[in-house]
């Protein structure tokens, strides 16, 4: 069974000779083809990239902003701001002396999330950064939040 295209579906990155017309008819196979070689981002369609070996090429996302948390009290609880996001990199500063905790959608204490010594990292994808919270238990001690896009 096949299908029209009702709009043409130009891709930058395929050049296609003679280009498309409206209304072309495309088989089943064509159809299935086309929706495996390309992903859709909301706004428009964008070829499927793969690395020179045939993996699946994967970028990380941009990033949006860098946040220092630095610990003014003895016990220091911070959550993020509401900034939408896709991913969130907390990094433990390296000459910190206690851990800092971390969690997603309730608050980090000692034993309540995930612990990161000094110079520990972790890496997590969440739509929005006030749901990450962070707990320093040593003045002046930091972590660090990259977020992306």
């Known amino acids: 069974m096949a299908g029209n295209i009702g709009k043409p579906l130009p891709f930058d990155e395929l050049e296609i000779k003679p280009p498309l017309p409206p209304l072309q008819r495309l088989s089943d196979d064509i159809q299935q083809v086309l929706s495996l070689l390309s992903g859709y981002n909301g706004s428009q369609r964008k ?3 793969v690395t020179p070996k045939g ?3 994967i970028a990380s996302p941009p990033v949006k902003g860098i946040a220092n948390i630095v610990a003014a009290d003895t016990v220091h ?3 993020g701001g509401n900034i939408s996001t896709t991913e969130v990199l907390i990094i433990a500063v ?3 002396s206690n851990r800092v905790w ?3 959608d309730s608050v980090a204490a ?5 612990p990161l010594d000094a110079g520990d ?3 997590w994808s ?3 950064l006030n749901r990450l919270h962070i707990h320093i238990v040593t003045i002046g001690e930091k972590a660090v939040i990259v977020y992306t896009i």
């Open 121 to 123: 990292w972790v890496r």
């Open 126 to 128: 969440i739509a929005n």
């Open 55 to 57: 993996d699946l090429f």
């Open 47 to 49: 070829l499927i990239k």
């Open 110 to 114: 000692p034993d309540t999330g995930y």
């Open 94 to 96: 390296p000459n910190n």
């Open 77 to 79: 609880d911070w959550q």
């Open 102 to 104: 971390v969690n997603v």
